[in-house]
């Protein structure tokens, strides 16, 4: 059984902001915003042209405060997990860029 431990933000990927992201439905502009971002650094970071790591910080600081856990596990493998009370939107477009 692999044991769950909290996050690293020097493990944190791009991939693993943009699952977050979408599972709250929210977009990158939303994220942004609630991060007192401009869009482009979020796209950067998703798309692992920029992996400055005070914004994935940032980020993924704004994320667990709405409700998302990131997960290291022992082997080595991470994963993304949303809490049932997680601050989901409600009928905003999500962008999959």
């Excluded at 977009?27 to 998703?46: D, G």
């Excluded at 940032?58 to 667990?64: F, P």
């Amino acid at each position: 059984m692999m044991r769950e431990k909290a996050y690293d933000v020097e493990l944190l990927k791009g991939e693993q902001i943009k699952v977050a992201r979408i599972l709250l439905g929210w977009s990158q502009r939303t994220l942004a915003a609630k991060a007192y971002l401009s869009e482009t650094p979020v796209t950067r970071l998703e798309r692992k042209i920029l992996e400055k790591k005070s914004t994935m910080k940032l980020l993924a600081h704004v994320l667990t405060e709405a409700g998302i856990i990131f997960v290291n596990h022992d082997d080595g493998t991470m994963g993304v997990l949303i809490k049932p009370d997680a601050d989901r939107a409600t009928g905003e477009e999500v962008d999959n860029e």
